[in-house]
């Protein structure tokens, strides 16, 4: 079944654990599949670009990671700004439409995915999938100031002091509000890399009284702090003191560092954890490339999966240089073994 949007701002995300039996499932890297099917992304819009060049592909991603066994899609929106693509040339309302369309096509994905199940599509090309519909939320993609940038910047967190918390507001703002009326069922904060960015959205929400969910998910390069130092704990903590946000957690973060930050982000809060790792590798944002790294396990993954989940963690899932492999290894991970509900 499709879970609608209410009011109540954690009731989606606790009816969806309800129904996966208290964990559920989110999808895999976008853009890296995306350039696996052809698209070409060295672009400072970079998976947004596919917005006004190839929307197909991105429902192709979508359906893949929906076959695979994943109850949450993330809208291709992380890199997507009224900044970003008036700087290239798009009128500010088409602007805006853009931005809806991102939803749009995800939600089209799960139209098409629950039409098929019902047909008993999926007996025939995945019998790993039930034929039967089952919930799937689409999540409304939010990436950093520094994802904007396109600097590699939300992989340090490091703006500069002439960006403050009004600025960051002023930036994020409008996005939010186009988002959160979009249709989507939350919105992803993404690869926050800072405590400010953090209290950013944060008051954002509250200011604006967006109705829909949110989570937060930083990044880290340490396993201790999110990667601008700051502490994982203080982090999350403006996360468990926000009404709207309904969940908090690490992604885009090497697996090697996620146990320790879920046991950190489980003493700040009771909030659901979410996780979705990157394949290990390191971004080098000079080079716009994703280089190996020690402690890179592509092959490992799915071994964390039991831990995490036993650790606190009831969403889990992939991001950079993880697919659809990666997301049905998960779901059959999770579905192996019974946990208790949170």
Not at 13 to 32: E, F, H, K, N
Not at 131 to 159: I, Q, T
Not at 266 to 280: A, D, F, Q
Request: hydrophobic share 40%.
């Amino acid at each position: 079944m499709v879970l609608e949007t209410v009011e109540s701002s954690s009731s989606v995300l606790a009816d969806l654990l309800r129904q996966c039996g208290g964990s559920a499932v989110i999808d895999g890297g976008l853009a890296t599949e995306l350039e696996r099917h052809g698209a070409d992304l060295n672009d400072p819009l970079w998976s947004a670009k596919c917005l006004m060049t190839s929307p197909h592909l991105i429902r192709r991603v979508h359906l893949d990671y929906l076959e695979a066994g994943a109850n949450i899609i993330a809208s291709a929106s992380y890199q997507a700004t009224l900044q970003g693509f008036e700087a290239k040339g798009v009128p500010k309302e088409e602007c805006e439409g853009l931005l809806r369309r991102s939803v749009e096509i995800a939600r089209e994905a799960r139209d098409i995915f629950n039409d098929r199940a019902s047909k008993g599509f999926w007996d025939v090309h995945n019998e790993d999938v039930k034929a039967s519909r089952r919930p799937v939320l689409v999540a409304a993609s939010v990436g950093s100031y520094g994802a904007y940038l396109a600097d590699g910047s939300e992989y340090s967190g490091l703006y500069g002091d002439k960006v403050s918390l009004e600025t960051l507001k002023d930036f994020h703002r409008r996005r939010i509000q186009v988002l959160a009326d979009s249709g989507a069922d939350l919105i992803a904060f993404e690869t926050i890399p800072n405590k400010l960015e953090a209290q950013a959205f944060a008051e954002i929400m509250e200011e604006e009284n967006i109705k829909i969910p949110a989570w937060f998910s930083f990044n880290s390069k340490d396993g201790v702090n999110v990667v601008s130092g700051d502490s994982i704990a203080d982090c999350a903590s403006i996360a468990d003191s926000c009404e709207r946000i309904v969940a908090v957690g690490i992604n885009c973060t090497p697996p090697r560092f996620i146990h320790g930050l879920i046991q950190s982000i489980r003493e700040t809060t009771k909030k659901p954890i979410l996780i979705y790792p990157n394949s290990g590798e390191t971004y080098d944002a000079d080079r716009k490339q994703w280089v190996p790294s020690e402690g890179s396990v592509h092959e490992d993954f799915v071994s964390y999966v039991g831990k995490w989940r036993e650790a606190g963690a009831s969403l889990i899932g992939g991001c950079c240089r993880t697919t659809p492999n990666t997301i049905r290894a998960i779901s059959k991970a999770l579905s192996a073994k019974s946990f208790p509900a949170d």
